[in-house]
T-cell receptor, first 114, second 116 residues
Framework: DTAVSQTPKYLVTQMGNDKSIKCEQN?????MYWYKQDSKKFLKIMFS???????INETVPNRFSPKSPDKAHLNLHINSLELGDSAVYFC?????????????FGQGTRLTVV | AQTVTQSQPEMSVQEAETVTLSCTYD???????LFWYKQPPSRQMILVIR??????QNATENRFSVNFQKAAKSFSLKISDSQLGDAAMYFC?????????????FGSGTKLNVKP
């Protein structure tokens, strides 16, 4: 009954590979996000989608390509992985209006590039 | 752009004592939301408390309360009767209520240690 679920939880891969992280929310939210948390725990937004439409793209290398097939899903595909891509990637969702305006987070995907 | 600043990278508190985590933010907006999130070692981000800027009353959730000073752009979190399970990273976050609300701005976090 998880609200925001992302898979996989851990991902270890070699440099140069291509990988994807999947995210699904069952909260009926209109907006979904990808955040990157670096080794110093800083959370930086990467992308924001509202009703499948890209709203925010925060100067992320074009090796990162998000895809939202419907408003409940937001996947992240990463091409030609580099050592510096190692981080924890969080998917999140939020509703635009109402009382509960916080972001609901998935459990994170720890990506390690070797 | 809005910025959120947490000036305390790490803090310690004795079990059962009270601790206050600081957060300041910079915005030209008058209508927004503020949040505190907890991230334990499991890395799951958990909402601790939320505050709507248009509400003057400080939010409280059991042992957690905030001191919201809108004019000073300050939003501190007070944890009373600290418990070992409170040990975690705490993040302050800002969200616009109008305009560019599809973005949460996070502070750099404060690591809270709880000593038995």
């Amino acid at each position: 009954d998880t609200a925001v679920s992302q898979t996989p939880k851990y991902l270890v891969t070699q440099m140069g590979n291509d990988k994807s992280i999947k995210c699904e929310q069952n909260l009926g939210h209109d907006t979904m996000y990808w955040y990157k948390q670096d080794s110093k725990k800083f959370l930086k937004i990467m992308f924001s989608y509202n009703n499948k439409e890209l709203i925010i793209n925060e100067t992320v290398p074009n090796r990162f390509s998000p895809k939202s097939p419907d408003k409940a899903h937001l996947n992240l595909h990463i091409n030609s992985l580099e050592l510096g891509d190692s981080a924890v990637y969080f998917c999140a969702s939020s509703q635009d209006y109402g009382v509960n305006t916080e972001a609901f987070f998935g459990q994170g995907t720890r990506l390690t590039v070797v | 752009a809005q910025t959120v600043t947490q000036s305390q990278p790490e803090m310690s508190v004795q079990e059962a004592e009270t601790v206050t985590l600081s957060c300041t933010y910079d915005t030209s907006e008058s209508d927004y939301y503020l949040f505190w999130y907890k991230q334990p070692p499991s890395r799951q981000m958990i909402l601790v408390i939320r505050q709507e800027a248009y509400k003057q009353q400080n939010a409280t959730e059991n042992r957690f309360s905030v001191n919201f000073q809108k004019a000073a752009k300050s939003f501190s979190l007070k944890i009373s009767d600290s418990q070992l399970g409170d040990a975690a990273m705490y993040f302050c976050a800002y969200r616009s209520r109008r305009g560019n609300f599809n973005k949460f701005y996070f502070g750099s976090g404060t690591k809270l240690n709880v000593k038995p």
